[in-house]
């Protein structure tokens, strides 16, 4: 289960199953494969600013709408003490404006983005996604998710982007949020699951590998990873300033300004990076 530990090893093997490598995506730059592929290339970084957090949220979804930072988070009632919800971000105190919240007995929230005038609102396993007004949050209507659950969303500029912690990378019409294609995650070794926040960025995805410490750029066209972030230290900074910080996910993207934000599930810390 992706968000409650004692359900982790269930889903893990099930992924496993699923895409035979469950490893594919965490080996260290510069090995190569039985067929003398080279591994993805591990991309540095520099950290040029950080911001508070708020550690109330289990942070599923971080994205930039016109120059503000919109946050989710994923809860549930039985297991999982954390809101289900998504809001504003500020980032001079951390806090979150609550726009729009589920209803924790039913729906596990997600993914976020935002295309046109509208918000686009993952659930984690009940099939379902919302559609929002993107200036008042007013429902639209409901759409199926066309996976078994939902994880990660963004979108490029034409179709939503959404990931369901396989390999599997599914682009969507966003009027009628119907299956268009999917594109396969893949690098040297094959497939790469566990695929989970994603942000678009000038022609590639940029995906946080759920339960390891990498950042993947993903080409958006072929699926092919061309190279990986490693933030373990921003990692081990969040353990130690936070005992009980959980994984790497949250990446937001400000095409007006460039910058580049990172964070995790209840981090204290929201990073600004630059990338080469």
């Not at 659950?149 to 979108?155: D, M, P, Y």
């Not at 699951?193 to 995805?205: A, R």
């Not at 066209?221 to 959980?246: F, H, M, Y």
Request: net charge negative; charged share 20%.
């Amino acid at each position: 289960m992706k968000k409650v530990l004692f359900a982790a090893t269930v889903l893990l093997a099930t992924l496993a199953a699923c895409n035979g490598n469950n490893n594919a995506g965490a080996n260290n730059a510069g090995d190569t494969n039985s067929n003398g592929n080279a591994a993805p290339p591990v991309i540095q970084y520099a950290v040029v600013n950080k911001y508070p957090h708020d550690t109330s949220y289990f942070t599923e979804g971080l994205e930039f709408n016109k120059g503000q930072l919109f946050e989710s988070s994923g809860g549930n009632a039985d297991e999982s003490p954390y809101p289900s919800e998504f809001g504003i971000a500020d980032l001079k105190t951390g806090k979150v404006t609550p726009k729009v919240k589920l209803d924790k007995t039913k729906y596990f929230g997600e993914g976020i983005t935002f295309f046109g005038d509208k918000m686009y609102h993952l659930t984690w396993t009940s099939h379902v996604g919302f559609i929002y007004d993107a200036n008042t949050f007013k429902l639209i209507r409901e759409f199926r998710i066309p996976a078994q659950e939902g994880w990660g969303l963004t979108h490029d500029s034409t179709h939503l982007i959404m990931s369901d912690g396989t390999s599997n990378l599914y682009f969507l019409t966003p009027d009628s949020v119907k299956l268009a294609y999917i594109t396969r995650v893949t690098d040297n070794n094959g497939p790469v699951s566990n695929i989970n926040e994603l942000e678009y960025v000038n022609g590639f995805i940029y995906a946080n590998q759920w339960e390891t410490n990498y950042i993947l750029k993903i080409d958006a066209e072929t699926g092919n990873v061309v190279g990986k972030i490693n933030l373990e230290n921003l990692q081990k900074e969040a353990n130690s300033l936070r005992p009980g910080a959980d994984v790497l996910n949250g990446i937001a993207y400000n095409k007006e300004t460039g910058q580049l934000l990172v964070t995790g599930k209840r981090w204290p810390f929201i990073y600004e990076i630059k990338v080469q």
